[in-house]
């Protein structure tokens, strides 16, 4: 990989600023080094007033080609409906820009696979996928001790994401354009289990789900709590869960079980390290969504992408792991809707 600047601050813009969108440009303006967000780029007027007053970031676009033309940004970070994520990402490198992308890359693989052609094409440019959970402390100890032979060879990984119960139901308006919940929950749980089982291929996967509490979702073809089976070349399996309707809070958890021993990630979703006692009994509190789990990984996730633009740290996480997640992904859909196992 190229260095494109590696002394001086990038500039950065950033397309999409709707519930994630807000946090990373919160992050990107006032916590993240070596970098300016300079650039805004919204369909939305309201979203637009945000950044300019909020962020206080003076180039403001409504439309995306002009903001993609703007020769005063070097980084374009993607923050926008997966569905837009391929066209966006291959006009931002053919502008010449290094492009952040949020998971998953793309909904089908024409379209990951254009992205990666194109990325190919350019080089010089860094292209990443935001695959939040590499870049957690936890799960970057659980991985180093997983490669280092620490639980033997690592044969299952049996992984959750868990929401709590949204009663507005954002997910629902969201269901058109995210993919279903395992491309839009579950793929964080493929691209761990491929990374902490040595990134083997993925032969056939099975899925079932059930609607708990949004029967709404059933109109989009997807459910609120999701089941599936991977299984891998050479034995390895993964069984995942994805739930939009926990009580409790959110609850991320991995578990990487191995021929010498196993790794827990995440139990017990606890907010803090205060355990409570009294007369109601011992508890502790819970987190309330993904980004209070991963707010720091998410800008560990920032700096290790601004290093790889500014050429002092070459990425681990490529395309094609993303595009491996999306199939993964794309296959347990297909059992959703088929109720048979379907081939990788
Ligand atoms: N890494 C994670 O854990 C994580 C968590 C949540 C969401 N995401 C991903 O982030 C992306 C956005 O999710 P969200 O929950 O913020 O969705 P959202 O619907 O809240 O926000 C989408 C934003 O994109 C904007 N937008 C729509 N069309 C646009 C266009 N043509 N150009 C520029 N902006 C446009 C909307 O105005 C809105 O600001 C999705 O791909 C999702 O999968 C990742």
Same mark, same amino acid.
Not at 161 to 164: E, G, L, V
């Given at each position: 990989m190229?260095?494109a600047q590696?002394?001086?601050n990038l !500039?950065? +813009?950033?397309?999409g600023? +709707? !519930?994630?969108? &807000?946090r990373?440009?919160e992050?990107?303006a006032f916590r993240?080094r070596h970098?300016s967000?300079?650039?805004?780029c919204?369909p939305?007027a309201?979203e !637009?007033?945000?950044a300019g /007053?909020q962020l206080g970031? @003076?180039?403001?676009y409504?439309?995306f080609? %002009?903001?993609?033309a703007d *020769? /005063?940004?070097?980084?374009?970070v993607?923050v926008t409906?997966t569905?837009?994520?391929?066209n ?6 053919e502008a @010449? ?6 998971? *998953?890359l793309a909904?089908n693989l024409?379209?990951c696979e !254009?992205v990666?052609a194109?990325?190919e094409?350019?080089p010089q &440019?860094v292209?990443m996928? +935001? ?13 180093a ?9 690592? =044969?299952?990984?049996r992984?959750q994401?868990?929401?709590?119960n949204?009663? /507005?139901?954002?997910f629902?308006r969201?269901a *058109?354009?995210s993919?279903?919940?395992?491309m ?6 493929i691209d761990?289990?491929r990374w902490m ?12 789900g059930t609607?708990?509490?949004h *029967?709404?979702?059933a109109?989009f @073809?997807d459910?609120d ?8 070349? @050479?034995?390895?399996?993964a069984?995942?869960y994805?739930?939009r309707? $926990?009580a409790h +809070?959110?609850e991320?958890?991995t578990?990487?079980i ?6 827990l990630?995440?139990?017990h979703a606890a907010r #803090?390290?205060?355990?409570?006692s009294?007369s ?5 509190a ?10 720091a990984? =998410?800008?560990?996730e $920032?700096a290790a992408?601004v290093?790889a633009?500014?050429g002092?740290?070459p990425l681990t996480?490529?395309l094609? #792991?993303a ?6 992904g794309?296959?347990? %859909? ?5 109720g $048979?196992?379907?081939?990788?």
């Open positions: 190229a260095t590696p002394l001086q !500039r950065i +813009g950033i397309a600023l +709707g !519930r994630l969108g &807000q990373h440009a992050a990107l993240t970098c967000l300079v650039a805004a919204s939305v309201s !637009r007033a945000f /007053e970031i @003076g180039r403001l409504e439309d080609d %002009a903001f993609i *020769p /005063e940004i070097d980084v374009v993607l409906p569905s837009l994520h391929a966006q990402a291959i006009a931002a490198l @010449g820009k290094h492009v952040f992308i949020e998971k *998953p909904l024409a379209d !254009r990666l194109v990325a094409k350019h &440019q292209a996928v +935001g695959f939040v959970r590499r870049f957690d402390p936890s799960y970057l100890a659980a991985q001790s997983v490669a280092a032979g620490e639980i033997g060879k690592p =044969f299952l990984v992984s994401t868990c929401d709590q949204d009663p /507005e139901g954002f629902v969201f *058109p354009t993919g279903g919940i395992f839009d929950c579950s793929v964080h749980d761990l289990a089982l040595g990134r083997p291929k993925a032969l056939r996967a099975f899925a079932t609607n708990a509490l *029967p709404a979702l109109e @073809g459910v709590n999701g089941l599936a089976v991977v299984e891998f070349e @050479g034995g390895a399996k069984v995942l994805a739930s309707t $926990m +809070g959110h991320t958890s578990e990487i191995g021929t010498a021993g196993k790794l990630v995440g139990e #803090d390290r205060i355990v409570r009294d109601l009994g011992v508890r502790h819970v987190l309330g969504d993904f980004y209070e789990r991963f707010e990984a =998410f800008a560990a $920032m992408f290093a633009c500014r002092v740290q996480l490529t094609s #792991d595009l491996e997640a999306t199939r993964i794309l296959a347990i %859909a297909r059992s959703l809707r088929s $048979m196992p379907e081939a990788v």
